[in-house]
């Protein structure tokens, strides 16, 4: 079972960018997608980017223009950039691969926005 290890994460003001970066020890490549969620403090998990294998990126229409997930499949690494941060981006980031016989998570990373 693969694991996945999220780092980049930390503090940053708003304006700022950051990127997220996803390890995983089994090749991305046998996933159906590569996924970021988040979750806010008091808030459900939601989708951030999903990017599926051989397929296109899409994004929650909060971040649209402002993130960016790709992935390096000789590292088995998987990336999200976040540009123009904004204090409603505080929460912690969960890396995910999608399996068809269930999901796998990291074990999150946090990210806080000042203003």
């Known amino acids: 079972q693969a694991q996945l290890v999220e780092s980049g994460g930390g503090l940053v003001q708003a304006g700022g960018s950051l990127r997220l970066s996803c390890t995983s020890d089994?090749?991305?490549?046998?996933?159906?997608?590569m996924a970021w969620y988040r979750q806010a403090p008091g808030k459900q998990r939601e989708l951030v980017a999903t990017?599926?294998?051989?397929?296109?990126?899409n994004y929650a229409d909060s971040v649209k223009g402002r993130f960016t997930i790709s992935s390096d499949t000789a590292k088995n690494m998987v990336y999200l950039q976040m540009n123009s941060l904004k204090p409603e981006d505080t929460a912690v980031y969960y890396c995910?691969?999608?399996?068809?016989?269930?999901?796998?998570w990291g074990q999150g990373i946090q990210v806080t926005v000042s203003s």
């Open positions: 990017l599926p294998t051989g397929g296109s990126a």
């Open positions: 089994d090749s991305i490549d046998n996933a159906g997608a």
């Open positions: 995910a691969a999608e399996y068809t016989l269930g999901d796998i």
